[in-house]
């Protein structure tokens, strides 16, 4: 990503336009998506009060009239138990080591625990890039207790980067929209000088597939059991323009398959009679009616693929 850098005259200022990638990590539901989608104001990346439900790397992007802000949006790191487990951390690790700045969440409603500890050590260890801790779900605290957690911050950014510690610590609340704009010109404070690198307006470079994908996935892991969201994998087939429509009312036709672990997880994704499949059809289909930017068909599948999560062959069909 930041490789684009190098291409350019080191002594060229682009106008003093500068643009570049940052990354928000974090263990899971620390607030990375919903930051990403209120920086970039607009609905980009999943997200769910259900840990992991990251799977793609969704960049949002920031437009200013001098600079563009590309966000890249990662599963949360952890401590990995499963093979997909050990893919997502890799697939961090590689986005790390592009990116020009990193802005490290942190709840400002929770402790500073292990979790935490192992993700600051990792960021250590990519050496020499900037590193921001954004105190997140400042909405949740009252003043004295957001206080103590920055100070908790700042002794664990001395305690992994010496005494220089974070490149900068800012406490933001995405919900109400604290900080946003600051969060937003810290981070491209860090960023070189570049021409843009996408054209004005566009929010993401994720293909059409992959966000409507992650609609349904988040329409479907709404309100189920806790043991879902890493069992959940969504693969659209297609997304067909019907035959025989006139151009004043197209219809698409969105064919989807939603595949987990075991049977036991089907019953719950398609519920009595079908009728919680047939909610997650009704949820999803607004959102992805609003980003195709017309009427859809949605023809939704729930199928089992027996320990996918385990299975390299099934990863590589499932797009891990």
Sequence with gaps: MSKHNKKFDADQDFGGFHA?????????????????????????????AKPQTTRHTIRGIVHREDAQLILVDTPGLHRPRTLLGKRLNDLVADTLSEVDA????LPANEKIGPGDKYIAAQLAAVGRKPIIALVTKTDLVDRQALTEQLLAVAALGREVLGEQGWADIVPVSATDGFQVSTVADVLIGHMPPSPPLYPDGELTDEPEAVMVAELIREAALEGVRDE??????????????????????????VRVNLYVERPSQKAIIIGKAGSRLREVGTNARKGIEALLGTKIYLDLHVKVAKDWQRDPKQLVKLGF
């Design 228 to 253: 879902l969201p890493h069992s959940l994998a969504v693969v659209v087939e297609e997304i067909l323009p019907r035959e025989g429509r006139s151009e004043d009312n197209p219809l698409l036709d």
């Design 20 to 48: 570049g990638f940052s990354v928000l990590v974090g263990r899971p539901n620390a607030g990375k998506s919903t930051l990403t989608n209120a920086l970039v104001g607009q609905k980009v990346a999943i997200t769910s």
């Design 102 to 105: 990193i802005g490290f969440c």
